[in-house]
Structure formats: structure tokens, C-alpha cells
């Protein structure tokens, strides 16, 4: 049974997305940004997947404005992709964010048609609703054009709608 809880141990945090980051080099084989992604992780709103005691995946959120909150990071270990655990994760951080009062939500990956890993990673926001907003070639450089993705949260009393 998979358990979803919001980490608020900075340390724990960094321990949590280091272990399941490095796990996972096709997305962040580039050392210099996993190392950031963690460092950021210890100040942002982190969600996590346990099976058990063992940390399976994590989601991070950060806000970017007073009406917009960045889904910053997600990673979920390999073993347990298309199991529903990422899934599980952003309808947490969804949730958190609409009740925390942001209007927006935005995530930031490679555009489509340039890595089969990242084509199943755009996929995937686009299964969760979000739509597309921008793609910014030179934001990443060229050979990594940034596609950026929008959800609108209607803010409903209790969650979101």
C-alpha cells in the first residue's frame, strides 16, 4: 500500500529527492541541476510516496507568483512508474495548492519530440489536464527546448473542483 504525506524536515527532504533523483539519469543526469533540484527541494513544499518505509517518489512545489505555485520537480522511482504514484502525488500537491489560495499551477519539461523519456513525461502532464502554454527554445538551449504547461485551480471551499 502506497502512503502519500507532506515532508516538512528540511534534511528529510534533501535525503528524499537525493535518493530518488540519482535513481533516475535519463531526467536528472545532469549532476550540477540534480544537485539544485535537491538543495531547492529543502525549501519548498515536498510531498512524498512510501511503500512502506521506503521512499518511492516525490513531488515538490514552489511558488513563482502570488497567484501561481511551480511544480518544480517529480520523480518517481523506476520500479514504480505506471503504478499511479505520480499521479497520486500532484492530485496531493493540486489539492494543497488550491486550498493554500494560488489560481495556477505550472511545470516546466523538455518540448516534445526531442527525448522518448521526456515525450512520456509531457504525456503525462497533458493525462493530468494541463495545457499547453509556451515553448521557450532558448531558455534551456536548443537542444532542450523548456515547453511550459498551465493548469487553472478553481478554488472551491474544501479544495478544488
Known amino acids: 500500500m502506497i502512503r502519500i504525506e507532506v515532508i516538512e524536515n528540511n534534511n528529510e527532504k534533501k535525503r528524499i529527492s537525493r535518493a530518488v533523483l540519482e535513481s533516475l539519469p535519463e531526467w536528472f543526469g ?12 529543502a525549501e519548498q513544499t515536498m510531498i512524498a510516496a ?5 521512499e518511492v517518489g516525490f513531488i515538490c512545489l514552489n511558488e ?6 511551480e511544480l518544480h520537480v517529480l520523480g518517481v522511482l523506476k520500479e514504480y512508474h505506471h503504478k499511479g504514484i505520480g499521479s497520486k502525488l500532484f492530485k496531493k500537491a493540486r489539492k494543497i495548492a488550491s486550498e493554500s489560495g494560488y489560481s495556477f ?5 523538455v518540448a516534445m519530440g526531442k527525448y522518448p523519456e521526456y515525450d512520456a513525461t509531457n504525456k503525462f502532464y497533458l493525462s493530468l489536464g ?8 532558448e ?11 498551465v493548469m487553472h485551480l478553481e478554488i472551491i471551499k474544501g479544495g478544488y473542483k
Do not use: H, M
Not at 30 to 41: G, L, M, P, V
Not at 50 to 54: A, Y
Not at 130 to 137: A, D, G
Open 139 to 149: 531558455l534551456w538551449g536548443e537542444e532542450n527546448p523548456c515547453q511550459i504547461y
Open 30 to 41: 545532469i549532476e550540477s541541476a540534480r544537485e539544485k533540484y535537491i538543495e531547492d527541494s
Open 64 to 69: 513563482t507568483g502570488s497567484d501561481t505555485v
Open 105 to 109: 499551477i505550472q511545470v516546466k519539461t
Open 130 to 137: 494541463f495545457k499547453e502554454f509556451e515553448v521557450i527554445p
Open 50 to 54: 512510501f511503500d512502506g518505509e521506503k
